[in-house]
């Protein structure tokens, strides 16, 4: 069983920047792909980012075509964490933002882009954007 916690959120004008982090129970984080979603009022959950499970200390990582280039989503397995640096932020990435994560053997990401592969889900933290 694994719970995860998110924090980080906050209201920002545009332009500017919020690192999101999700902290993790359990001791082998790093064997677990671990997804950032979003979820505006009305609309539907939709991916940002997803990263590897950790294997020689190598991760991958993916995105959403809508942040590639200004959102990074990176891990640190000593303090069962992954974060989602996020800049430029823009008034439509206005959301509740979750994480998620699955134990996997896999170093494969793409379908980590589905939230249906996800067991373990965060309550979600809140990131407003102004213009």
């Known amino acids: 069983q694994v719970q995860l916690v998110e924090s980080g959120g906050g209201s920002v004008q545009a332009g500017g920047s919020l690192r999101l982090s999700c902290a993790a129970s359990?001791?082998?984080?790093?064997?677990?792909?671990t997804g950032w979603f979003r979820q505006a009022p009305g609309k539907e959950r939709e991916f940002v980012a997803a990263?590897?499970?950790?294997?020689?200390?190598?991760?991958?990582?993916d995105y959403a075509d809508s942040v590639k280039g200004r959102f990074t989503i990176s891990r640190d397995n000593a303090k069962n964490t992954v974060y989602l640096q996020m800049n430029s932020l823009k008034p439509e990435d206005t959301a509740v933002y979750y994480c998620?994560?699955?134990?996997?053997?896999?170093?494969?990401?793409?379908?980590?882009?589905?939230?249906?592969?996800?067991?373990?889900w965060g309550q979600g933290t809140q990131v407003t954007v102004s213009s």
């Open positions: 359990g001791r082998t984080f790093s064997s677990y792909a």
């Open positions: 998620a994560a699955e134990a996997t053997t896999s170093w494969g990401v793409p379908r980590f882009k589905d939230p249906h592969q996800y067991s373990y």
């Open positions: 990263i590897s499970r950790t294997f020689s200390s190598t991760v991958y990582a």
